[in-house]
């Protein structure tokens, strides 16, 4: 019923930080994702965003499935990037660009979550080509608050009241 999960930079890095706002959902889902035994994959492009700022071995590396990124990763980014048009005027270019590595490591690798905090350009852009009927993953934000039934691969909401 669920599916493995992909983690965004911005979803590891509310995972460690316990000053950033959203630490607790993070820490729900991770924790959630673990006694769920739920795979949890890492991309080498978030070690990359991650080690501009602190250490990758800051984080719990031991319990992720490494994404090396390869040609036909880069493939689909490019097919991804040409979908979207390129990137909305304000948004970095460079952040986006990473944003659809990252999207196309999950699509190509058929990992149909990917948990982020980043509200502004990742999960915009993810839902943009997944409500376009591009892509078939579905971006969860922290700021959207812990809720397990968002990882169901039906995508069916848990109803309060109901068990």
Known sequence: MKGPVLLDTSFLISLVDQ??????????????????????YFSVIVAVEIAIKQPITDFPLKNFRIIPFNIPHSIE?????????????????AVVRDDVKIIAQ??????????????????KYCERLRTSHNLNIRAIKLVDGFEFSALRLDGQKE?????
């Open 19 to 40: 000053k950033r706002p959203h630490h607790d959902i993070a820490a729900q889902y991770y924790k959630f994702l673990i006694e769920q035994q739920i795979p949890l």
């Open 77 to 93: 980014a490019a097919r991804i990037w040409n979908l979207l048009g390129g990137h909305d005027a304000g948004d970095n270019r």
């Open 106 to 123: 999950a699509l190509r690798e058929d990992i149909p979550f990917i948990l982020t905090e980043d509200a502004s350009t990742f999960y």
């Open 159 to 163: 109803i309060e009241g109901f068990n």
